[in-house]
């Protein structure tokens, strides 16, 4: 079946050290999504990456990093620049133009 | 900018009793809409959507929702409200200018037996 892979499901990281989020799709979709939600803020969009080798911010981009080197995947690196980084991140994508997204089941990533 | 308010944070319902949702949006033109549900620990799933055309929307698990063009509003409703339907709510909206959804802040739904 198709759909979005983000793994791993669980993440500790201690403070100073930079983590990568995985994030794999198989719906052939062109564009790509990464938010972060945190308890009562609802979903706030980290990056995005509308064809391959392109990506802007969005909203919430300072401490994180992205790559988009296949159509497949879009990783996401918390850098130890981010100042709050324990949260959910949930990634997404859609067709070219949609705009409906499908999300990944998450990962929630806790810095000790 | 494009932005969504859920003015409710929590809401309790008894199993069997209706519900609804609230959701208000801000947007110049014709929106996208959506609602999307999550389960604790997981990712979001599309309910149901409005692009045009009949302002009352039925999507999946026996929800609808009504476009309220004079009112911002898109409010979520289901009759009968089933234990399993306990989650985090979402509404969002788009335009097909910027398609990247804006997501409310969710509404977290109890239901008691």
């Known amino acids: 079946d198709g759909g979005i892979t983000q793994s791993p499901k669980y993440l500790f990281r201690k403070e100073g050290q930079n983590v990568t989020l995985s994030c794999e799709q198989n719906?052939?979709?062109?564009?790509m999504y990464w938010y972060r939600q945190d308890p009562g803020q609802g979903l706030r969009l980290i990056y995005y990456?509308?064809?391959?080798?392109?990506?802007q911010k969005g909203d919430i981009a300072e401490g994180y990093s992205v790559s988009r080197e296949k159509k497949e995947s879009f990783p996401l690196t918390v850098t130890s620049a981010q100042k709050n980084p324990t949260a959910f991140y949930l990634c997404?994508?859609?067709?070219?133009?949609?705009?409906?997204?499908?999300f990944g089941a998450g990962s929630r990533l806790t810095v000790l | 900018a494009q932005s969504v308010t859920q003015p409710d944070i929590h809401i309790t319902v008894s199993e069997g009793a209706s519900l609804e949702l609230r959701c208000n949006y801000s947007y110049g033109a014709t929106p996208y809409l959506f609602w999307y549900v999550q389960s604790p620990g997981q990712g979001l799933q599309l309910l149901l959507k409005?692009?045009?055309?009949?302002?009352l929307v039925q999507g999946i698990k026996g929800f609808e929702a009504e476009f309220k063009r004079s009112q911002s509003s898109f409010n979520l409703r289901k009759p009968s409200v089933h234990w399993s339907d306990a989650a985090e709510y979402f509404c969002?909206?788009?335009?097909?200018?910027?398609?990247?959804?804006?997501f409310g802040r969710g509404t977290s739904l109890i239901v008691h037996p």
């Open positions: 409005y692009f045009s055309g009949d302002t």
């Open positions: 997404a994508s859609t067709r070219q133009g949609g705009n409906v997204l499908t």
């Open positions: 969002a909206v788009s335009s097909g200018g910027s398609y990247i959804p804006t």
């Open positions: 719906l052939n979709h062109d564009a």
């Open positions: 990456s509308q064809i391959v080798n392109d990506f």
